[in-house]
Nanobody, 117 residues
Framework: QVQLVESGGGLVQAGGSLRLSCAAS????????LGWYRQAPMKQRELVAT???????NYRDSVKGRFTISRDNAKTSVYLQMNSLEPEDTAVYYC???????????WGQGTQVTVSS
């Protein structure tokens, strides 16, 4: 089992910044991908950014150049620096880990990000 605990959400004005953090604990395996997903009201959950254990990153197009994902392997933590926030970024943000072998998949409880116009 893996536990993921997010923090750092909140209310911010458009153009502002927030930094999300997620601490992972439990049975962490060496081959894994940490990621951030988000879900807005009445919409499906969508990928925001991922980072592999080797540091390879992937972003959805709408956040490229504004968001930066990073990780601390010693602490098994993942971060999402969000700059130039837009009202369209408003959602519940979830931390996720996928790891091998066995393709284990775990989610955090989510943290609300609200961007006012």
């Amino acid at each position: 089992q893996v536990q993921l605990v997010e923090s750092g959400g909140g209310l911010v004005q458009a153009g502002g910044s927030l930094r999300l953090s997620c601490a992972a604990s439990g049975s962490i395996r060496s081959i894994n991908v940490l990621g951030w997903y988000r879900q807005a009201p009445m919409k499906q959950r969508e990928l925001v950014a991922t980072i592999t254990n080797t540091g390879r990153t992937n972003y959805r197009d709408s956040v490229k150049g504004r968001f930066t994902i990073s990780r601390d392997n010693a602490k098994t933590s993942v971060y999402l620096q969000m700059n130039s926030l837009e009202p369209e970024d408003t959602a519940v943000y979830y931390c996720n880990i996928k790891q091998l072998p066995g393709f284990q998949d775990y989610w955090g409880q989510g943290t609300q990000v609200t961007v006012s116009s």
